[in-house]
């Protein structure tokens, strides 16, 4: 490594790991990330420890827990005072620059009635500075992009409508109505490297998030019809979903909310047939293609300005998405495929390349591992764990046995589905799930059957009726309690105010 210290780090929405390492890798034209795998270190069981985009996206820069950092939801406010992967690299002398967004709710004490910041969910995470604003419910700049090459449309939502020619509904693989070269995934790339060209003398932070794959699921030519859907296998289902249903009844909700035709705009007949399944898959692919493009596009820049060998690179997501398995989709479901997401980091100098890591890694140990590499000390509050020991090849004794993992499922303005269906208060709504080898663990803050999954015939079913499993079942829950326990909020827990003045203890 030189002697600038430079910070990229990439987070793609809702990509699912297995594009990657997994059943859809064959068939997900990703190149430019597989040939950062392959001089970079990949954790293949890493997974969020929150659901949707806010929470996954507030555990993911906090490094805490959603229990502890309470933005449960979208929409749901963030302490102003939660120590960051931002504020804590300012404290270290980095400028962290925000191309894209964090998905953040302000915190209502910090504004005044009335604030414009108090309308959006999508504000940036304190200590970001906002090089570019690109959102998924506003993006201003590349709306004004657009019109000014002379696009035409009413509202913001007829640019996710596919474009049919004239006379003709839309279909699934119809492409956008704005060329792939102007896309938002093209515009914020395009913004970035702007931004960035003079910027190669000294070190540097960027926080770099796509939009894409998030539905909408509409793509720009080529990538609308890159990938053929009778290629792709079926998703990993049961029968029917009513097969489905009867695992659980958080099930039914589940299934309800997220279909097929919530999935892509301007289509509102779209049944769950398997022609329907297998075009928004294949356009999903396309558009995580179209990324895969982009992020190309950074590191041949990267190269090209000297400043590769300088450059820590993470590149993740915030979460997984459903995509047809288990007849459902998005991201609020308590199977691995909403939670299990790729990371791939590439340390300056590290000897390990090309290596997987199969050790048990959570979202929130990216904030400590960033942090750590820039030579800041990650502060108590943080939950997540420092990766450099792992990149470097080495366990610690002490690694984590399992995963954690939580979701919210209720509203607190008007009851949620699920609240409506299964007859839970806005406190009780919302579930936790213990990731062990084998088996998983779900169990729900309402008085609601706890799941315990595990593999049969490539499927997690739920066998925690079955006498036979109820000594694991007992099991994990006390580990699941105690994992809660030792990971209550720690932030000034450590602390102690003495009479030599106010002293603290390293939580790691």
């Given at each position: 490594?030189?002697?600038?210290?430079?910070?990229l780090?990439?987070?793609?929405?809702?990509?699912?790991?297995?594009?990657?390492?997994?059943?859809?890798?064959?068939?997900?034209?990703?190149?430019?990330?597989?040939?950062?795998?392959?001089?970079?270190?990949?954790?293949?069981?890493?997974?969020?420890v929150?659901?949707?985009?806010?929470?996954?996206?507030?555990?993911?820069?906090?490094?805490?827990?959603?229990?502890?950092?309470?933005?449960?939801?979208?929409?749901t406010?963030?302490?102003?005072?939660t120590?960051?992967?931002?504020?804590?690299?300012?404290?270290a002398?980095?400028?962290?620059?925000?191309?894209?967004?964090t998905?953040?709710?302000?915190?209502?004490?910090?504004?005044?009635?009335?604030?414009?910041?108090?309308?959006?969910?999508?504000?940036?995470?304190?200590g970001?500075?906002?090089a570019?604003?690109?959102?998924?419910?506003?993006?201003?700049?590349?709306?004004?992009?657009?019109r000014?090459?002379?696009?035409?449309?009413?509202?913001?939502?007829?640019?996710?409508?596919?474009?049919?020619?004239?006379?003709?509904?839309?279909?699934?693989?119809?492409p956008?109505?704005?060329?792939a070269?102007?896309?938002?995934?093209?515009?914020l790339?395009?913004?970035?490297?702007?931004?960035?060209?003079?910027?190669?003398?000294?070190?540097?932070?960027?926080?770099?998030?796509?939009?894409?794959?998030?539905?909408?699921?509409?793509?720009?030519?080529?990538?609308?019809?890159?990938?053929?859907?009778?290629t792709?296998?079926?998703?990993?289902?049961?029968?029917?979903?009513?097969?489905?249903?009867?695992q659980?009844?958080?099930f039914?909700?589940?299934l309800?909310?997220?279909?097929?035709?919530?999935?892509?705009?301007?289509?509102?007949?779209?049944?769950?047939?398997?022609?329907n399944?297998?075009?928004?898959?294949?356009?999903?692919?396309?558009?995580?293609?179209?990324?895969?493009?982009?992020?190309?596009?950074?590191?041949?820049?990267?190269?090209?300005?000297?400043?590769?060998?300088d450059t820590?690179?993470?590149?993740?997501?915030?979460?997984?998405?459903m995509?047809?398995?288990?007849?459902?989709?998005?991201?609020?479901?308590?199977?691995?495929?909403?939670?299990?997401?790729?990371?791939?980091?590439?340390?300056?100098?590290?000897?390990?390349?090309?290596?997987?890591?199969?050790?048990?890694?959570e979202?929130?140990?990216?904030?400590?591992?960033?942090?750590?590499?820039?030579?800041?000390?990650?502060?108590?509050?943080?939950?997540?764990?420092?990766?450099l020991p792992?990149l470097?090849?080495?366990?610690?004794?002490?690694?984590r046995?399992?995963?954690?993992?939580?979701?919210?499922?209720?509203?607190?303005?008007?009851?949620s589905p699920?609240?409506?269906?299964?007859?839970?208060?806005?406190?009780?709504?919302?579930?936790?799930?213990?990731?062990e080898?084998?088996?998983?663990?779900?169990?729900?803050?309402?008085?609601?059957?706890?799941?315990?999954?595990?593999?049969?015939?490539?499927?997690?079913?739920?066998?925690?009726?079955?006498?036979?499993?109820?000594?694991?079942?007992?099991?994990?829950?006390?580990?699941?309690?105690?994992?809660?326990?030792?990971?209550m909020?720690?932030?000034?827990?450590?602390?102690?105010?003495?009479?030599?003045?106010?002293?603290?203890?390293?939580?790691?």
């Amino acid at each position: 490594m030189g002697a600038r210290q430079n910070i990229l780090f990439i987070v793609i929405d809702q990509l699912r790991a297995d594009c990657l390492i997994g059943d859809l890798a064959a068939h997900a034209n990703l190149a430019n990330m597989r040939a950062l795998m392959n001089d970079g270190v990949t954790f293949t069981r890493h997974f969020s420890v929150a659901n949707p985009c806010g929470p996954s996206r507030a555990s993911i820069l906090t490094g805490q827990y959603a229990m502890n950092h309470r933005s449960v939801r979208n929409g749901t406010p963030l302490r102003h005072d939660t120590p960051n992967l931002a504020t804590e690299l300012r404290r270290a002398g980095h400028l962290p620059l925000l191309f894209g967004y964090t998905d953040t709710s302000p915190d209502p004490r910090n504004y005044p009635a009335g604030d414009p910041a108090l309308t959006s969910y999508e504000m940036p995470m304190p200590g970001f500075d906002e090089a570019v604003e690109m959102r998924l419910e506003r993006s201003m700049p590349w709306r004004g992009y657009l019109r000014s090459k002379g696009y035409e449309f009413d509202e913001y939502a007829d640019l996710y409508v596919p474009d049919a020619p004239p006379g003709r509904a839309p279909r699934v693989d119809d492409p956008t109505l704005y060329a792939a070269a102007d896309s938002d995934t093209a515009f914020l790339t395009d913004s970035f490297l702007s931004h960035m060209a003079d910027q190669t003398n000294e070190g540097w932070c960027a926080h770099l998030t796509y939009i894409r794959p998030h539905p909408p699921l509409v793509a720009p030519a080529p990538y609308n019809r890159l990938v053929d859907p009778a290629t792709l296998p079926l998703p990993q289902r049961l029968g029917t979903p009513e097969d489905e249903v009867a695992q659980h009844p958080f099930f039914r909700p589940s299934l309800a909310t997220a279909t097929p035709a919530s999935m892509v705009h301007g289509i509102a007949d779209l049944p769950a047939t398997d022609a329907n399944v297998q075009a928004l898959r294949a356009v999903y692919l396309g558009l995580a293609a179209e990324v895969d493009h982009h992020i190309g596009r950074v590191v041949d820049w990267l190269k090209s300005s000297g400043q590769y060998e300088d450059t820590l690179i993470v590149l993740t997501a915030d979460h997984g998405e459903m995509l047809g398995d288990r007849h459902a989709w998005g991201k609020m479901n308590v199977h691995d495929t909403a939670f299990h997401t790729p990371l791939i980091v590439r340390v300056p100098g590290n000897v390990q390349r090309g290596v997987q890591v199969d050790q048990w890694t959570e979202s929130i140990d990216i904030a400590p591992t960033i942090l750590e590499w820039a030579g800041a000390v990650p502060p108590n509050s943080m939950d997540g764990c420092s990766l450099l020991p792992l990149l470097r090849g080495e366990v610690p004794a002490d690694w984590r046995s399992h995963t954690f993992s939580e979701l919210d499922f209720g509203n607190p303005l008007a009851p949620s589905p699920w609240q409506v269906a299964l007859g839970t208060d806005i406190c009780a709504s919302n579930l936790a799930i213990l990731r062990e080898e084998g088996l998983t663990l779900v169990e729900f803050a309402a008085d609601l059957p706890p799941m315990l999954l595990i593999m049969q015939d490539g499927l997690a079913m739920d066998v925690a009726g079955k006498p036979e499993y109820a000594a694991d079942l007992a099991r994990m829950t006390r580990t699941m309690l105690r994992h809660r326990m030792r990971h209550m909020d720690q932030t000034l827990a450590l602390d102690a105010i003495t009479a030599r003045g106010a002293e603290r203890a390293q939580r790691h």
